[in-house]
């Protein structure tokens, strides 16, 4: 029994152990030492592979260990993958100048053609940009003036007319960007601008953005303003920006009598809800984000938008809140409701029977009462008139007594035109022509049925149909 129990290798066993953990703490001891000496090659190879060994036994026998964070991890990627969506799509929803100018190429080559011939033939002209707000009108013009045929040609000088209450003021704006050193009257700061559009060597570009806010009561400022590039060797291109659809025929009809100074107007319409769409898609698109917002909450979106207002930077704005309110959500899956753009859209423009329209049908969404008005209007004029053609105009003014005989404050008829736009985005009428003004054709889209329909108040489509004195 003493024999057998010498040969068991329990002893060397233990020391072997020893020896291994020693090696990798380097803590051997001399005794430890000498054994690794003593030993051939043949046995510590045979050491080694009864490490490897008794290691890969220890691990077959035990349960493969997980990292204490990859449960949780996997059960938090697919929110933490949409949170990332959510942001991104945010961030390409922004409003400010895009890369892209969607819808408006056209816009874009018109002005810059007419830029360019002025400079090829170094002749001044007038441009007057018009149109509602968020239709990118003075996008366009930045994008216009980035090229650089342009840039490197003209001298360009910017002035955001809001906050310029007075002539002098404006005259002092101007020359401060002209780099005019003059100080004085407003007649001297005025004779300084003059002067310098006459004498000076490189072509100047003077944009006026927002340039309706320099009304006066006689009206003096703007018309000598639109008269510089009429000067004798002046060298000035006035590029107006307004949301104003008929400046000049409202507000400055001495113009008319004096065609050489005639600005060559351009009208950018409110988008559609086509457009609207095209829009925000290929923006999602680009950012890669292309499926957090689409089908029935884009379209829907798109659709109330066009519908007030046409406005892109509005569109854009209640694109963003509509994915914070999702992104802020606590489910598992966040995903866009038609709920979440309501709500929204309804914080925006209100509550009122403008918004509460079916979202299943773009036709059956209720339209703002003065569209229901003009609407009306419009079927007044065709059921009774003998003339197939109607103006703006006319439509304009029978408008003006049927909102009279509700006791309603009419709009005036350059608000009037974007009203008529923004029916137009509807379906409901067309605009022929690519100028708009009163002496545009109207043509009614929709028969009586569907715009009953639409406008969801039979009584006040009755009571309008009734009264045709409004004709007179």
Known sequence: MTSVQKTINFPAKKRFLTRFQAKHEGKENNQTVNDQKNNSPSKENAIKRSSSEAILNENSCSPPKTPKNESKESSTSIPLKEDENLSQAIRVLHSGQPQKLYQR????????????????????????????????????????ISQSSISNNYKIVYVNCTGLKSANAAFKRIASELKIKVVGSEKKILDAIENHLKTTQKMIMLIL???????????????????WPLMYKSNLVLLGIANALDLTDRILPRLEAKLDILPILINFPPYSREEICEILTDRLKEGGVDDVLKGGALQLLASKVAAVSGDLRKALDIGRRVLEITQSKSESSKQVSLQDVLLVVNNVYGTSSTLNGCTNSENAESFPLHQKMLICTMILIKKNSKCKEITVGRLHDVYKKVCAKKNMTAIEISEFLGLSELVESRGAIKIQGKTRNRLSKVLLMWDEAEIENALQDKQLLATILDDVSCLK
């Open 105 to 144: 190429r056209d816009k874009i080559d018109n002005i810059s053609e007419i830029i360019l011939k002025a400079l090829e033939i170094r002749e001044s002209t007038t441009i007057y940009i018009s149109g509602p707000p968020g239709t990118g009108k003075t996008a366009c013009v930045n994008h216009v």
């Open 209 to 227: 953005d927002e340039m309706d806010q320099l009304e006066s009561k006689k009206q003096t400022l703007l018309y000598t303003i639109f008269e």
